[in-house]
Structure formats: structure tokens, C-alpha cells
């Protein structure tokens, strides 16, 4: 498989801003618990209507359930909006709209996670209650850039407000665009912010498990193993005290560099994504159930497109095996690519990532499709509310009038043409 790579990272800022609370906005739903069953009704197809698309960028946030020993990610999500102006030819708006998230059935996060304890000792951050660390809480204003609206480091927790403890990991978070004058609702949606504890290192780190260490906690076993190995750790170049019990809470992307916390790390020690998936090759099968064993989950289920559900693909089909992940140059940054399969037809992508390539008319891949790993369809059903909301049923958009107001006669997304169908919303064939 061929990768290209790009070079920028992806920055955490640390500002902390207050919180935006947008009252009126979802504050009659956060009272509502029939949230379960959110209603997303078909938009009309009127001229100078709008409609805004929205997804989650990654298809997964996983983040530590416990934060006293060991971070390796901190509660961190991010929502993707496109604003369309219906019309012929529909337009991107990207001035005169405000665009707002919350999560009605998931309004806090204190409580939920112990993160705010510690994310002084972790970030060196003062965080306000319920802020995570770009500033963003658990609703609030979505940040304009060039074509999209974006709200980065939404500090969200598996847990809704109406079942503390069972986690769900397909959270929905309600999107709203406003008219910035009169403030007039223009379009809204729903879309599942993926999040999840599910790492099983305790399927080895138990007590009495690797290296037979009993500390009590799974967290305390992993760092008494690290030190242990690398109490005599060569690393010539820097004086970098690994004695991490003697550190705690200790943050794992402070010495191993993270391009997914922008963090440089320590000289001469591997970044984060090499270390991890070298030091476990042969620990694991080399198959989705093998990554199941830290990445969510045999519970989650992240992995729940439609290459996977009806095309029997796993992990390994796309990343590699642990030896192949274990030499991403650029991890985070350099993933697969659409188009190294879908070479022969017109799916090439404009980027080296997925998540910010665009297709027909500006359309971000991943506003029909949705993000990687729940490419439409997709098995969980919270999944699918936005496409029926949008035209009707489940699958990319597929329909030319959820943007369009009349059928375009010449050829549109991967040069596919406008066929109307009685009975039903035009669909579009190839
Ligand atoms: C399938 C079993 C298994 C799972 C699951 C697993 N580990 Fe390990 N881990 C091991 C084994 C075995 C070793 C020791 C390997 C060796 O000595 O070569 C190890 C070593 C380590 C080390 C020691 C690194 C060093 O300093 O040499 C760390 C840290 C670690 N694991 C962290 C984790 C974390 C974090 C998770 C969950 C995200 C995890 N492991 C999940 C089996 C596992
Ligand atoms: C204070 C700095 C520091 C912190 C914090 C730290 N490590 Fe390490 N880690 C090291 C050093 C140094 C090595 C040895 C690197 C080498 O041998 O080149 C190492 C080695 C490892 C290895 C073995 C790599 C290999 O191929 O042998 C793993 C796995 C690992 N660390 C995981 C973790 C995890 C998971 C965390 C968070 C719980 C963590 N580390 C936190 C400094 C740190
Ligand atoms: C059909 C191909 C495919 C399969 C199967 C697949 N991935 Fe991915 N994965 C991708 C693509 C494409 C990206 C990069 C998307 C982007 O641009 O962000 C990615 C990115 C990632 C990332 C980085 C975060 C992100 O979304 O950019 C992780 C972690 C990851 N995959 C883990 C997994 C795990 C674990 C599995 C199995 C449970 C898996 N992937 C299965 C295609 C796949
Ligand atoms: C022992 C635990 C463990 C196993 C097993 C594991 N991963 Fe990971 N993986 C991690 C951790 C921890 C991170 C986060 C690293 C970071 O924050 O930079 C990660 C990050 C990633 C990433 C994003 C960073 C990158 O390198 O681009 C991808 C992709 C990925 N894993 C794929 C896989 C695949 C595919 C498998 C199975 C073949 C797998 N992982 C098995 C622990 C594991
Ligand atoms: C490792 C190769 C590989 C990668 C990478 C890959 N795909 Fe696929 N994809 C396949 C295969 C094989 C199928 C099965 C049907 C086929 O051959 O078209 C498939 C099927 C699909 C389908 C279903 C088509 C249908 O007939 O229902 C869609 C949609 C799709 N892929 C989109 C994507 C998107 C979007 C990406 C990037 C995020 C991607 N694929 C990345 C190999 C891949
Ligand atoms: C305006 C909506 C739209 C946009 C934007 C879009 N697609 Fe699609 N795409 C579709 C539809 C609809 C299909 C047909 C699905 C089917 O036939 O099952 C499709 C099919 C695909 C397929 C499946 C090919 C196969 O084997 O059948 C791939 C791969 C794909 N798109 C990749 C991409 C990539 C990569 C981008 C961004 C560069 C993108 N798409 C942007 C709507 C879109
Ligand atoms: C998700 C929204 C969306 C969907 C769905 C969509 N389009 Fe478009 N389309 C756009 C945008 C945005 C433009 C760009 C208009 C511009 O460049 O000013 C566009 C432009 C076009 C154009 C060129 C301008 C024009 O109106 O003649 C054609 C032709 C077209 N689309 C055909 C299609 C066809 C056919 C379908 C269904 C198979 C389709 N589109 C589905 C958003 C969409």
C-alpha cells in the first residue's frame, strides 16, 4: 500500500476559554429522555432552504476510564459541519450562520471521568469543570474554517445523563444552524460522536498477569513493568527519568511523541504508535480481534462500516499488521487511502487524508459517507438517523435533492447522473 504524507500536526491549543453555554438551544431536550429515540424528519426540498451535514472526523475517540496512575489520550472529540444552501446549483455557506452542538441526553462530563482531577498534574492546564483542553465544552459554537465548522476537543464522555452506568459509545450530538441576524433556525441534524473506554489491557496486565506483577491496579502493573524494563534504559542522548511510579499521573505522550496531542516527546525515544504496537507484535493476533485487545472493542465494535459488514474486511486489510503499524512514519497522519483499492473509477481523493478530502462540488467525502471506520451503512443504528433525516434511508447521500432543488441534468458525485424514480426520492444510478 502506498502512503503519502503530509506535515502538519495536529496542535492542542491549551487556551482555556469559558464555556460557551448556548441557553435555549437544547435546553427544553436536555429535560427530555426520550432522546433515545431522536426524530429527524426529512427535510422538504424548497429552494433557499438549507441543509448542514455533520460527522465526527475520526470514526472513534477512545480515552483512559481512570486517570490517577496513566493518560494516553484525554477525553478529546471532534465535529465536522458543511452548511448548504439548497439551490441550482446548491451553494457551501460559510458567512451568515452561526452553527451550535450540544448532546441533550449527555450535558456533563464531571462525575463521568475523573479527567478534571488530574489534567493540572497531566497538562499543566487549569481546566474549568466540563472544559476540555482546546476550551470547547459540551455545547457550544462551532468554529468557521474555510469551507467547514468545526468544534475541536469536545471533552465527551461515554456516559448519558439518563444511564450513568452503561456506557454507549455512540453518543448523538445535535446540530443547529442559525441565521447570525435574526437568528432564524435554518437547518439542524444528529450525528453519533463516537467515544469509548474499551482498552483491554487487562486482558495481560492483570494482576499476576505479564512478568507475574499484583500492584492492585492494571495501570500500576503497567508502569512497574516500564520501569522494570527501562530502568536501565540506554537513551544516552537525555537524562529522562523513567521511574514513572514515582511520577503518577504520568501522561505516556510526554516522552513519546503523539501527533494526535502534538506532543514533540523526549529525543531518542520512539514516538507513541511505534512503541506500543513493536513492543506487543506476536502478543497479539495480527487480525481485528487482535486490536480489539486495545482498541474498542469487542463491546464497541468501532469498526462498523459497510467493508466490514458486507464485505468481511477487518483492520489488517487496511492498516497492516502490528509490524506494518509499528513503522507508520507519521502516525495519525499517514493512514490508508481510499483510492489505493478504489483505484479505478473516479474516487480520488484530493488529500492525503480522508477526513480532509472533498469531492463533487466542495462536498467533504466523509458528508455522504461518514467518518472512516462507519462508512454508510454502517451496523449501529445511531449511525444511520442522519441519513434517513437527510433522504429517506440509510447509505451515502445518494440523493441529488437533499442539496439540489431540481434533478441536475449532467453528471454529479464520482459522475453518477439524476434518475428520478416514482414513488419514491430520486436516487442516483451509475
Ligand atoms: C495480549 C496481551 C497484552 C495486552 C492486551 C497488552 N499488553 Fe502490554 N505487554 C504485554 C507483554 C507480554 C509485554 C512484555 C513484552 C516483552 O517483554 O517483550 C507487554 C509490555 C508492555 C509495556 C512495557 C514496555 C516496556 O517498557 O518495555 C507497556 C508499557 C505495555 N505493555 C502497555 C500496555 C498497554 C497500555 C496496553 C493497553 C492499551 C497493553 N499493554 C495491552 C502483553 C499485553
Ligand atoms: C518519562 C518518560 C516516559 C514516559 C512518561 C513513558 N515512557 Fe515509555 N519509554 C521511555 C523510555 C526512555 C523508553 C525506552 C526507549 C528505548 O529503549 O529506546 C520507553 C519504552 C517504552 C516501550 C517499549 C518500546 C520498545 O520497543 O522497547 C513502551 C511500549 C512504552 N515505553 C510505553 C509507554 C506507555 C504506554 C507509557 C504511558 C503509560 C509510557 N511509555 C510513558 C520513557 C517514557
Ligand atoms: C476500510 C479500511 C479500514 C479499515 C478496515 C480500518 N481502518 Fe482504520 N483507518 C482507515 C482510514 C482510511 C483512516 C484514515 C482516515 C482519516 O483520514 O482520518 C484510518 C485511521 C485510523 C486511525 C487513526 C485515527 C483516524 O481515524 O484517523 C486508527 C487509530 C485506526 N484507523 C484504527 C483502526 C482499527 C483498530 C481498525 C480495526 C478495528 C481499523 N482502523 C480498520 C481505514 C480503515
Ligand atoms: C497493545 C495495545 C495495542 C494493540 C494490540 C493495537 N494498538 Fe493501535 N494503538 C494503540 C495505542 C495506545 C495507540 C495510540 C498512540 C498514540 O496516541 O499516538 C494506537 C494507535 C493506533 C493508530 C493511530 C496511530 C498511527 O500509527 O497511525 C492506528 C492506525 C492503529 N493504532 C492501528 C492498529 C491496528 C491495525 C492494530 C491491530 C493490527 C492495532 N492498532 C493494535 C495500542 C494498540
Ligand atoms: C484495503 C482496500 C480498501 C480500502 C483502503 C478502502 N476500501 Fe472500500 N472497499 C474495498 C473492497 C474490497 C470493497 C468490496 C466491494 C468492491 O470491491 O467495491 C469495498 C467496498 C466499499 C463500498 C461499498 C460499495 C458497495 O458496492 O456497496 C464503499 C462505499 C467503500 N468501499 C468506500 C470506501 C471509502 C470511503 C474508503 C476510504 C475511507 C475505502 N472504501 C477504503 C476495499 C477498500
Ligand atoms: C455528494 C455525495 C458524495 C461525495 C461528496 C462523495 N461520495 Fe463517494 N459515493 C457517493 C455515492 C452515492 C456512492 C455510491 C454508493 C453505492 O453505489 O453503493 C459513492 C461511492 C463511493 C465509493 C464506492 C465505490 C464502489 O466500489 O462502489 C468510494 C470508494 C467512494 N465513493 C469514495 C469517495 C471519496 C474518496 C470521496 C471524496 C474524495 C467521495 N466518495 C465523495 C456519494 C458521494
Ligand atoms: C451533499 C450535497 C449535494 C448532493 C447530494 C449533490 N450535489 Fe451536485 N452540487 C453540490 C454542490 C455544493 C455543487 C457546487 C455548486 C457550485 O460549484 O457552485 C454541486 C454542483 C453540481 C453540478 C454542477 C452545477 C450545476 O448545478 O449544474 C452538477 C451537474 C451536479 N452538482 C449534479 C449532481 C447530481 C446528478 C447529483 C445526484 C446524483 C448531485 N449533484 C448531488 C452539492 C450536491
Redesign the pocket.
Known amino acids: 500500500m502506498t502512503f503519502s504524507r503530509i506535515r502538519s500536526l495536529i496542535t492542542v491549543g491549551f487556551a482555556v476559554l469559558a464555556i460557551t453555554l448556548l441557553l435555549g438551544i437544547g435546553g427544553a431536550d436536555a429535560a427530555d429522555p426520550a432522546l433515545d429515540e431522536p426524530t429527524n424528519e426529512p427535510a422538504a426540498v424548497d429552494a433557499d432552504a438549507y441543509v448542514v451535514l455533520a460527522w465526527n472526523d475520526l470514526g472513534m475517540h477512545c480515552y483512559n476510564r481512570d486517570f490517577q496512575d ?1 493518560a ?1 489520550l484525554p477525553p478529546y472529540n471532534n465535529l465536522w459541519a458543511q452548511v448548504i444552501r439548497k439551490g441550482d446549483p446548491p451553494e457551501i455557506v460559510t458567512s451568515g450562520v452561526k452553527v451550535t452542538y450540544s448532546f441533550p441526553n449527555n450535558t456533563y462530563s464531571v462525575g463521568k471521568s475523573n479527567f478534571w482531577t488530574y489534567a493540572k498534574a497531566l497538562f499543566n492546564v487549569d481546566l474549568a469543570p466540563n472544559v476540555g483542553l482546546t476550551g470547547k465544552g459540551l455545547s457550544g459554537e462551532m468554529d468557521q474554517q474555510t469551507d467547514h465548522y468545526i468544534a475541536e476537543g469536545i471533552p465527551l464522555t461515554e456516559f448519558s445523563d439518563s444511564d450513568l452506568t452503561k456506557a454507549d459509545p455512540y453518543q448523538l450530538a445535535t446540530i443547529i444552524v442559525n441565521d447570525s441576524t435574526t437568528n432564524a433556525e435554518l437547518a439542524r441534524t444528529i450525528t453519533v460522536a463516537p467515544v469509548s473506554t474499551e ?7 492483570d494482576d499476576g ?3 507475574n506483577i499484583s500492584t492492585g491496579r492494571v495501570e500500576t502493573n ?2 512497574t ?2 520501569d ?3 530502568a536501565v ?1 540506554a537513551v544516552s542522548s537525555s537524562a529522562v527519568n523513567t521511574s514513572l511510579m514515582q511520577q503518577r499521573p504520568v501522561l ?1 505522550a510526554k516522552c513519546h511523541a503523539s501527533n494526535a496531542l502534538g506532543t514533540t516527546g523526549e529525543p531518542g525515544v520512539p514516538n507513541l504508535s511505534k ?2 504496537h513493536e ?2 507484535e506476536g ?2 493476533p495480527d487480525t481485528t480481534d487482535g486490536c480489539y ?2 482498541h474498542p472493542g469487542p463491546t464497541t465494535k468501532c469498526l462498523r462500516d459497510v467493508m466490514s459488514q458486507e464485505f468481511g474486511m477487518g483492520c489488517v486489510d487496511c492498516h497492516g499488521d502490528m509490524e506494518q503499524v509499528a513503522k507508520n512514519p507519521d502516525p495519525w497522519l499517514n493512514e490508508p487511502r481510499c483510492d489505493t483499492c478504489h483505484n479505478e473509477g473516479p474516487y480520488d481523493q484530493n488529500q492525503a487524508l480522508y477526513r480532509n478530502s472533498t469531492e463533487h462540488g466542495g462536498v467533504y467525502c466523509a458528508g455522504c459517507h461518514d467518518s472512516p471506520h462507519a462508512i454508510a451503512p454502517s451496523s449501529q443504528p445511531n449511525d444511520a438517523i442522519k441519513f434517513i433525516g437527510w433522504q429517506g434511508h440509510d447509505g451515502p447521500i445518494d440523493t441529488c435533492t437533499v442539496c439540489h432543488v431540481t434533478g441536475p441534468t449532467a453528471a454529479g458525485p464520482h459522475g453518477q447522473i439524476f434518475v428520478p424514480v416514482e414513488g419514491f426520492l430520486p436516487m442516483m444510478k451509475r
Open positions: 496513566l494516553v482498552m483491554h489491557c487487562d486482558n495481560c496486565h498477569g505479564v512478568e503497567i508502569l513493568l516500564h522494570d524494563e527501562e534504559a505516556c512503541a506500543i513492543k506487543h502478543e497479539v485487545n486495545c
